[in-house]
């Protein structure tokens, strides 16, 4: 069939590349790369409409299509190097915006010290579509897979908090109003803090007719690019025995890890952490139960010898990643969530879904 | 934001799992795979409606989407070894097809040689779209680029016919008629091979309301699932220079070489390899040029020293593979055409349009 015009590919191909390794991507001039070494290696494609709304800013969903990536690396234990990235671009979609997605896909690739290997660009009359193949390399020896689970083994998570891009993805839809998650606040200091924040974010961190608010802010960025911590890599490494992203939901993921493993997961309810203002939310009438089945959360769900606890709860990550330890593996299948008694709370995976389909 | 079901995923794993390397890719179960050693790495994807046509069988489309990544490795010289693959499904699609789709590509990959490292599913309102990583094992230390071209240099072509999967898009799209390709043939002569031919084919070579024609179903079989011959990486990996693959027509792809080495390229018009329908019917009133033009080919176009031109002529692929001598590299830049007289046959890239928009 036919190509983009020769201009075109041209112009694409000189956007992309300031962010290449040119040895290895031959300044994206080559149909192929070379590489060489060990890696691990993964591939996850986002698309308008299923992983992100199609008003969200072109720059935070070319860094959304990077850490989505760099996530299943870190959980892996994993330092990422490189990645090929194939961009579906809707013709009805400005090609301007094509240089602001190439800006922050490439900036968003320095940042976390990778180059770009290569892609391939396709217009289409569908969803804008980005596909990464995301190269890193491991830590350790050992690379920890979903399958590594030992009866006794605790269950942990790091960096970063669970619900709050669920939170997030309600306000920015329209799902949720702002003072559903204002309520049981003192408002003058919730309006101290956004005076202070504002003018300081971009403009897509306000919602349409409210005024600004620096926790609403905060939630919708984590849901837009999520805040993906390579430290978190030299955790798993260190001490991970099964390991694997959170992404699609906590219990949704411990379920998949605890299938790999053939055990079940405990999750302790209070444990597992919260930002502050899921918390207040999920307090003041909020079903908690969105916030661990929401999805989008991209930190780090693993489990170690109870053996090493003390060295992990001492360690210089608990504070800045946030690391907790959230529940134990069991002997069984599936997951349990406990609250403080021990008590089963009811999880019904069906009743929450105010999320976009997938 | 939401995932499938445990189940469709499940399911999906299920499918594909006897495609797996289960050393390195844990049997499609982690986020991610493990890959040590020397690499050529390319990425393609392939959108319904842009690449391939929404009526075309689920399985050619399976094989297809693996055969573009093949053929980009094969013409680096490389022997193709792996693949990530991300399916994005409309939701419109039946989910039964799922089951032939992996089928296919599985087997297409087992035919080629190689493993499936992992991967990654999304439904969607929008068109199929197919995203495939490819590894490839490097026959020889050096990795033939498009900018390696030297003037003086022959240009060849190796792997199969140019134009054949372009007629082939105007069959099954009905841009053409049976009768088109027919012209000036034996009636009897194509009525007894496509008598011999037919029920031992798929039905979608066959035309809606024509009777079976065996260079018809050569012709769309050829669009459907380009015959990429995993011999050619030999022959680049012993004589090439510069090296790519032909997928967007001879005369663009030519012209990205020449761009890429800083030379100019001159194909010589009648030693281009055509297929025998495809000449019947360029000597019929077809204007040849859109043959040359009109991509889907996935052969290889090298150039390689002169010195080499008798041990490439008298090789064991000469004929196999179709390995043409079609012109040579000159300096200057852009690509020209010419006839058998030397002089230069004007080509319109923009004349030649029918086609589905990339």
Redesign the interface.
Known sequence: ????S?DEFEIIRTLFAPYADNAGA?GL?????????????????I?????FLPGDPIATVAMKAVRVNVS??V??G?RPTAA???L?WP?SRPAEEIAVFAEAFGGDLQHFGMTL????T??????L?I?V?AF?E?FSPR?P???DAQVGDDVWLVGGEIGSAWLG?QLRSGAMKLDEIRRDRDEAQARADSEAMAGHVPDYLSLPGEPFDAEAAWLMSTYLAPFVRLECASVVAAYARAS??VS??LV?DA??LA??SNVALRIDANAVPFSIPSERWAFSGGDFRNLIT???DYVVLFTADPGQRGELETSEWAGALRLSRIGAVEAGEGVRVVNAQGDDIPIS?AGF?H????
Chains 1, 2 share one sequence.
């Open positions: 069939m036919a190509s983009e020769a031959r001039t080559d149909d192929a790369a070379l590489i060489e070494g060990r890696f691990v290696v993964t591939t996850d494609a698309v308008e409409g299923v992983h299943d690396l959980a892996k994993a090929l990235m194939t579906i013709r290997l290569g892609g391939d396709t217009s289409t009359d569908g969803p579509t596909s193949t890193g491991p690379t897979s979903r399958a993805l694997m992203d699609d939901g949704a379920a998949k299938a790999a929401g999805g989008d995976n879904s999320k976009l389909g997938r």
